[in-house]
């Protein structure tokens, strides 16, 4: 059975490409994106809808309440414990999303060094005291490529790379996996790729849609539900943006606005985790997507 992934930035039209490809060679969908996870993260994380997913078995959706925390540990150990469960129906599996670091959990030999909570403290306090941008400056510094991949506004993130460093005494980046520890070797890697204006373009686009089809009255629910207790999802681009706003704190085109520039940043990011894998093949939307991923599927095979 075939274990096949398709990544890149967000926008890139990655989930509707996995369901046409899953229908063409009878698979069901992994989710590796880390929002998607949650349930009640629908019009944000333009999670797909039942029509949408036209009959495909999709996976790791609306599996934790926003008030929870997923891990990178958690996730690996669901994910590859769904495909080997797919696999076992006769079905190929695809996994699909732009959460580079989950994808190479379920690929790789992913190791997760020990936590020390009297470190986690300390650098949660310094959070606290002098806040996030000084550590990150600080991940800038003794860990370029890890500072490159994670977002200055994820604190639990950049909390946790400087407490690797300081474990381990290596950069939080060395103890990523090595592509030739692959536990799937056979897997395929499909990036999808667009040029920076296009792109632009379809995430301004994109957020517009998220606003039209009722962001402020998803996020004015999950806030109900207790989302801004959350340490992950209430951080997510567009629910920060509107909690802000609820909060009155900025008004409701700024947070469109910086709904915005906070994905074109975060695709910029994702673009750079992705580029560095050279398993990866890369597919331009000039090219006929679909027809092109099946033909390499083919050629993997004879």
Request: charged fraction near 30%; proline fraction near 2%; hydrophobic fraction near 40%.
């Amino acid at each position: 059975m075939k274990t096949i992934v398709i990544c890149g930035a967000t926008a890139t039209g990655k989930s509707d490409l996995a369901v046409s490809l899953a229908k063409e060679i009878g698979a069901e969908i992994v989710n590796a994106d880390s929002m998607q996870l949650y349930r009640g993260m629908d019009v944000g994380t333009a999670k797909l809808s039942l029509d949408e997913r036209r009959g495909v078995a999709h996976h790791l959706l609306d599996v934790l309440d926003v008030t929870k925390d997923a891990t990178v540990a958690w996730y690996q150990y669901k994910a590859r414990a769904t495909i080997t469960e797919i696999h076992s129906r006769g079905k190929n599996a695809i996994i699909v999303g732009g959460t580079g670091l989950y994808i190479k959990a379920i690929l790789d030999d992913l190791n997760f060094p020990d936590t020390d909570p009297t470190v986690r403290e300390r650098l949660n306090a310094e959070a606290e005291e002098f806040g996030v941008a000084q550590l990150f400056e600080r991940l800038r510094i003794l860990d370029p490529a890890a500072a490159a991949a994670i977002d200055i506004q994820n604190v639990r993130r950049v909390i946790r790379a400087l407490e690797v460093i300081e474990i381990t005494g290596q950069p939080f980046s060395a103890n990523l996996p090595r592509e030739e520890s692959s536990l799937y070797p056979d897997a395929l890697q499909f990036g999808l790729v667009m040029d920076r204006e296009k792109l632009t373009e379809r995430i301004n686009q994109r957020v517009d849609l998220m606003w039209e089809r009722g962001l402020v009255a998803e996020v004015d629910s999950l806030i109900a539900a207790g989302i801004n207790r959350a340490t992950t999802a209430r951080r997510a681009l567009g629910y920060a943006q509107v909690i802000s706003m609820r909060a009155g704190e900025i008004s409701e085109e700024i947070a469109k606005e910086e709904t915005k520039r906070a994905t074109r940043q975060y695709a910029r990011r994702q673009e750079t985790w992705f580029s560095r894998d050279a398993r990866i093949n890369w597919i331009s939307p000039i090219q006929s997507r679909l027809e092109t991923i099946i033909e390499k599927i083919n050629s993997a095979t004879r």
